[in-house]
């Protein structure tokens, strides 16, 4: 019990001091020369899924594909099937793209590739009751999961 309230003396005096600091950090900041003070560069606008897969389908799971974009996974609870497209944060000239989804047992896999402006996809695949594996592509940068949304609409991160 001793050492519970010790550390408990210690977190509100760290949270004192922490709190502190917050209220100065503005009139500092206040203080400090216009010409000193950066900025962050504006983050990219997050890719929004753009309802290519069709009626029915609503996004269970999705993963940044670094500053490019955003891969999607979709459900449509009616037919047990699920989507994945690849969307660009930016559209432009065409870029290497992919959107793919499989599950392992059987082995199946299937892929959209090739030079996009916009999204790969959408990629379908009946996969009521399974765990599925989908990734996208951007320019070389990937991302995606394994072994996600098994049996159910939840996503499973």
Not at 90 to 119: E, N
Not at 136 to 151: D, L, Q
Request: proline share 4%.
């Amino acid at each position: 019990m001793i050492d519970i309230r010790r550390a408990a003396a210690i977190g509100a005096a760290v949270t004192a001091t922490a709190c502190a600091a917050v209220a100065l950090a503005p009139a500092a900041v206040a203080a400090e020369p216009a010409a000193q003070r950066t900025t962050a560069a504006p983050k990219a606008a997050a890719a929004q899924y753009n309802g290519v897969c069709g009626g029915g389908y609503a996004v269970v799971n999705s993963a940044q594909i670094g500053t490019k974009g955003t891969v999607f996974l979709t459900y449509n609870s009616a037919t047990g099937k699920n989507c994945v497209v690849t969307i660009r944060n930016k559209p432009g000239k065409a870029v290497h793209m992919t959107a793919s989804l499989g599950f392992a047992s059987p082995t199946t896999t299937v892929t959209d590739t090739g030079y996009f402006t916009t999204y790969a996809g959408p990629v379908y695949l009946d996969a009521r009751g399974l765990c599925v594996t989908w990734r996208g592509e951007i320019s070389g940068e990937v991302a995606g999961k394994n072994g996600t949304n098994c049996g159910s609409r939840a996503a499973n991160r």
